[in-house]
């Protein structure tokens, strides 16, 4: 509920606080006194436009702030999805610059209008005559009828299992749509993978290969320089080698005469072994080269068919290849189990749709079984305001369509006598006898659904005396489950009220500014008099408005 208003600046309000009842508050006021400045005021703070030039002083910042305590409202999960901080007591600010920008905040955080009127309208609920009312909503309608039937928690559950049966069919559609067109795709990765296994790549290969092609190209004239080496070496007069063992002999006798002689003879020795391992390493290479057409053709083959698989998969080497193929192979298989995913989504989704269809009809079941009732009930009550010829009907039709809501279309349609052709309420009812069937309709379901505060502006448009009493004694009844705030003219259900706030203009330092009192005790009685009469108030009037207030 709204615990406080606090306004600045804003139209002829230069300053104003207002604390609330939790019950029933009644605001009066002359006509053009500014009532509707107070709604235009917590119209900001519930997410309305803001108009350029609002500002009481044009040099200064207009300011609205609300206090709303919200405990029992459930809206962590909206606090939490929003990223606010969320606190029982939460305070809504806006605030207009002169310029004409505006911000709001909810607990100091700054916060965009979009997600302001969400909160809103959990919070406040108002009414004005010509309004779009939610009664006249299918959705709201239905959501009674839940409510008065106490299966409301059944419907969430519904809701609940029909998201996932949504997702599920959505998943599906997309999964059968992927596999159709993947038909074609399933081919090529086969002929691809079946390509790639058949070529049996190893890993480095294509190196290898390149270096063995290399030494079967050049086996002639690779022996020719290893012999000629090898000649060089051992065999040619004054080869290294004999040399070599000529300085070690020379060395030999005078190795313990001198320690660098000695260090000489031991490198001249090292060198002959180097070069002796050295030849014998060249004989071993000229007898393993061998010229070998045949198999330079199976190699050359071989690295032109890697080559071609090289190019046409965009890879530079086996190895990368050999991952490629891999990745082939994975992604088949993941086509290929495409069609048991798709088998096993259409059982369940299958299962989930008989088992929404069962619960829809038990939902729909209960919805009848009340909807005649609760219509009943309403056009008894109308008949107390003034509306006795008012006859509604509120039908079902169970439908094929698994809907959020379950299977059932409304239908609230109404007739201005018995025995007239019944049709849609908009397109008949006349604004005030919208505004009764309002307050009735939320008079009966006040207990059952957790509706927000509720403002109604000109609720008694059209109606005096009798049926002003029994309006306020059904506004009275119905502020002991929720917070009312109720603009009117009738000083009978002013009398209702727990709480009385006057709205009227006065000159202030030159200015009209509006303001807004409580009314307690005779000054009550007196304004509930001049509704009654003039002003000042007869005294037959003032005993009618204490009787008013106090009936016994």
Known sequence: MIKRLSIRNYVLIDQLDLDFDPGLTIITGETGAGKSILLGALGLILGERAESGV?????????????????????TDFFSENDLEYHDDLIIRREIQPQGRSRAFINDSPASLAILKELGRKLIDVHQQFDQLDVLDDQF????????????????????????????????????????????ERDFLQFQVDELLAAALQPGENDQLELEAKSLRHATEIRQLLDEA?????????????????LSRLFSPLRSAHPRVDTLAERLESLRIELEDLAREMEDVAEDVEANPGRLSEVEARLNAINKLLLKHHVPDSDALI????????????LEGRTEEIEKLKTKTRQLEKDLAQQANQIGHA??????????????????????????????????????????????????????????????ASGGELSRLTLVIKSLVAAAIPLPSLVFDEIDAGVSGAVSMKMGDLLSRMAQEHQLIVITHSPQIAARANSHLLVSKAPEKGEIRTRVSPLVGEDRIRAIAIMLSTDPPSNSAVANARELVSPE
């Open 367 to 428: 919805r009848r079984t009340f909807a005649e009732p609760f219509a009943k009930n309403v056009m008894a009550r109308l008949s107390d305001l003034g509306m006795g010829s008012i006859r509604l009907s509120l039908d079902l039709d169970q439908t094929h369509r698994l809907t959020p809501n379950g299977q059932d279309s409304i239908r609230f349609q109404m007739s201005q006598q018995e025995g007239a052709r019944l049709a849609p309420v908009k397109q008949v």
């Open 230 to 246: 090898i000649v060089l070496i051992r065999q040619s007069d004054a080869s290294p080698l004999d040399q070599l063992d000529t």
């Open 323 to 334: 991952l490629h193929q891999e990745s082939l192979v994975v992604r088949l298989k993941n």
């Open 55 to 75: 500002q009481a002083r044009e040099e200064e910042k207009a300011v609205i702030e609300g206090v709303f305590a919200i405990r029992e409202y459930a809206l």
């Open 141 to 184: 309608q239905l959501r009674m009828l839940d409510a008065l039937a106490g299966q409301s928690n059944e419907v969430k559950a519904y809701a609940k299992v029909h998201q996932i049966w949504r997702q599920d069919l959505l998943a599906l559609q997309q999964l059968e749509a992927e596999a159709a067109s993947t038909d074609q």
